[in-house]
């Protein structure tokens, strides 16, 4: 996953993301990365990817709170 800082300018975002798009896209890459048993479907976009962080943080934070875990 690559990030940008939060409030990166989207005309700066959406290039990065559509290279992204590209360089995951491409069939050797898809192979090679297969050869080595891992499997992309390319890039996310960012509100995607957003979401996702999103949650897995909710996601971990109620486990993490069921099972009173403290920092140390």
């Given at each position: 996953?690559?990030?940008?800082?939060?409030?990166?300018?989207?005309?700066?975002?959406?290039?990065?993301?559509?290279?992204?798009?590209?360089?995951?896209?491409?069939?050797?890459?898809?192979?090679?990365?297969?050869?080595?048993?891992?499997?992309?479907?390319?890039?996310?976009?960012?509100?995607?990817?957003?979401?996702?962080?999103r949650?897995?943080?909710?996601?971990?934070?109620?486990?993490?709170?069921?099972?009173?875990?403290?920092?140390?």
């Amino acid at each position: 996953m690559v990030r940008a800082p939060a409030g990166t300018p989207r005309d700066i975002v959406s290039p990065l993301n559509h290279e992204m798009e590209r360089i995951l896209g491409s069939p050797e890459l898809i192979k090679r990365l297969g050869e080595l048993g891992f499997y992309i479907d390319g890039a996310y976009t960012p509100e995607a990817v957003t979401e996702f962080v999103r949650s897995q943080r909710d996601k971990w934070g109620e486990i993490v709170r069921a099972i009173g875990l403290e920092p140390e």
